[in-house]
């Protein structure tokens, strides 16, 4: 069975760093790109980017790129999604997210379980 | 890029049909044919409904349907039931390794 199972909720400080987490398992990590997509409270979906963990080749949405750092580690089958200096406007839940390809593009297949992260003084 | 355009919200009773529709531009939903639709219910993660315009994943009901003409795509649910009350978003390809999502559409079954 396919599943992408995230790390615990966070609760942080402005300015503070974090590094959240997802495992893959039931599948070939090394064979699929790997996405996180952003859920702002009672808002719709965002795009971030996404992740070969095969080779750690790593693309960008424009919005995030520089915001956020996405990696992997692939003996561990884990992607990660990490802030240097987290600000309020980073409170959002983030869902990583299994892509499959077919042609030129993929689609989520399999969802993570969220991962809500909370930054407030 | 900026986020597709869907109806905050459609309705209908059970037993009808509805329509969501997603309006992007000839730089993503009219220039690939690589659509895909999620069903969110609240507090739980996005459900892949359909993708590449019109394909189902194993598992979902033909009751679900897609499809696309020039920049809007849409998802067309049949016989609806009251399980399909959730949040409903398109997702379109946009070009090397980007996608976009649209704002969302709230489905409420009377």
């Known amino acids: 069975e396919v599943q992408l199972v995230q790390s615990g909720a966070e609760v942080k400080k402005p300015g503070e760093s974090l590094k959240i987490s997802c495992r893959g398992s039931?599948?070939?990590?090394?064979?699929?790109?790997i996405a996180w997509v952003r859920q702002m409270p009672g808002k719709g979906l965002d795009y971030m980017g996404i992740i070969y963990p095969g080779d750690s080749d790593t693309r960008y949405s424009p919005s995030f790129q520089g915001q956020v750092t996405i990696s992997a580690d692939k003996s561990v089958n884990t992607a990660f999604l990490q802030w240097s200096s987290l600000k309020a406007s980073d409170t959002a839940m983030y869902y990583c997210a299994r892509f499959d390809y077919t042609g030129i593009s993929g689609h989520a297949n399999y969802w993570g379980q969220g991962t809500l992260v909370t930054v407030s003084s | 890029q900026s986020a597709l355009t869907q109806p905050r919200s459609v309705s209908g009773s059970p037993g009808q049909s509805v329509t969501i529709s997603c309006t992007g531009t000839?730089?993503?939903?009219?220039?690939?044919?690589?659509v895909s639709w999620y069903q969110q219910h609240p507090g739980k993660a996005p459900k892949l409904m359909i993708f590449?315009?019109?394909k189902r994943p194993s598992g979902v009901r033909d009751r679900f349907s897609g499809s696309k003409s020039g920049n809007t795509a849409s998802l067309t649910i049949s016989g609806l039931q009251a399980d399909d009350e959730a949040d409903y978003y398109c997702c379109s390809y946009a070009g090397t390794y980007t996608w976009v999502f649209g704002g969302g559409t709230k489905l409420t079954v009377l």
């Open positions: 039931g599948f070939s990590f090394t064979d699929y790109w």
């Open positions: 590449d315009v019109s």
């Open positions: 000839s730089s993503d939903v009219g220039g690939y044919n690589y």
